[in-house]
């Protein structure tokens, strides 16, 4: 999740600042596995739906247990726009988009968020033209998007339009997180663990009933779910919406955004790694070099900001 990052003002310690950043890369980049492993026999809305309804209840808890205050309504209902968005659209599409390609295509997907950034920003929120180095960015971005889902060539479990829709899914889905990025900094949110667990807790809710009408689930599904699939949503509760938001917003706060943002190169490179390691995930060579002209975009976008 984006967060609205302040002027640093003291220098954190090194081995703390590397130390939230491994965090962020290992575990945010391992997420699409095990969302992959969460989803294999159970459907994934569900699923998504009860890891952020425990995640959400467990930050929200924590943040008033040590004198967070009590949010008012204004701040639940910007709070709920953000989860909605980020949450229940962003990460409920991701999770069903799962279903048909490779979670490594869906991790190098999620990487372009800088170009989804650039495009909304220039043409609406910020109505502000980039720079001449971010815009040759966000062509080479383009151009990597379409070697690495080009159908030919991309590998996943179906066919080329289960293909396609697996990539329309992220691609909307990524559409959403950055609308909600822009959204955040202009909305009136409480502090960050309980604005995360209230994010959480309501992209819960909304995914709850689309679930339960959608897919064949009962509200009590989870009782019947695989080993597997339980063990990795616990993972992603603990290691992916706990620490690794926490580890976020620590950096969110003390690094440069420019050091942060790094996090959107490393994290599909860990992704790619572990999807060919342990799903047997096949990547073309086509989608290889597709990938590398994306992540170049992504450079060329980052350090092209004015």
């Not at 379409?146 to 066919?159: A, C, E, I, N, R």
């Not at 691609?171 to 900094?185: D, E, K, M």
């Not at 309980?194 to 689309?210: A, E, K």
């Not at 597997?228 to 950096?251: D, E, P, R, T």
Request: hydrophobic residues 50%; glycine residues 12%; positive net charge.
């Amino acid at each position: 999740m984006q967060a609205v990052t302040s002027p640093v003002s003291t220098k954190p310690k090194r081995v703390t600042l590397w130390a939230n950043l491994i965090s962020v890369y290992i575990l945010w980049g391992s997420t699409y596995l095990f969302i992959h492993f969460m989803t294999e026999r159970m459907p994934p809305l569900y699923m998504v739906s009860v890891r952020y309804l425990i995640a959400g209840v467990i930050l929200y808890s924590y943040a008033r247990f040590t004198g967070t205050p009590n949010p008012t309504l204004a701040e639940w209902k910007s709070s709920g726009v953000i989860g909605i968005l980020l949450l229940a659209v962003a990460n409920g599409c991701l999770s069903v988009g799962l279903q048909y390609i490779p979670s490594s295509i869906a991790a190098l997907m999620g990487g372009l968020l800088p170009v989804y950034l650039l495009s909304l920003n220039w043409i609406s929120f910020g109505k502000k033209r980039p720079s001449n180095m971010a815009l040759a960015g966000l062509a080479i971005g383009l151009l990597g998007i379409y070697l690495l889902v080009k159908p030919d060539k991309l590998q996943g479990t179906g066919g080329v339009d289960a293909k396609f829709i697996g990539v329309g899914l992220v691609a909307a889905g990524n559409f959403a997180w950055a609308i909600g990025t822009l959204l955040t900094p202009r909305l009136s949110l409480p502090s960050g663990a309980i604005s995360s667990g209230i994010q959480m807790i309501i992209g819960g809710l909304v995914l709850m009933p689309v679930s339960l009408a959608l897919e064949p689930v009962g509200l009590f599904g989870i009782f019947d779910a695989p080993g597997k699939a339980i063990g990795s949503m616990i993972y992603l509760v603990i290691f992916g919406s706990i620490i690794g938001f926490s580890s976020y917003s620590w950096l969110a706060r003390n690094a440069s955004p420019q050091l942060l943002s790094t996090y959107a190169f490393v994290n599909p490179v860990v992704a790619m790694l572990l999807g060919t390691t342990f799903a047997g995930e096949i990547f073309s060579s086509q989608s290889f070099i597709g990938a590398a002209i994306a992540l170049v975009g992504v450079v060329l976008i980052t350090i092209g900001r004015k």
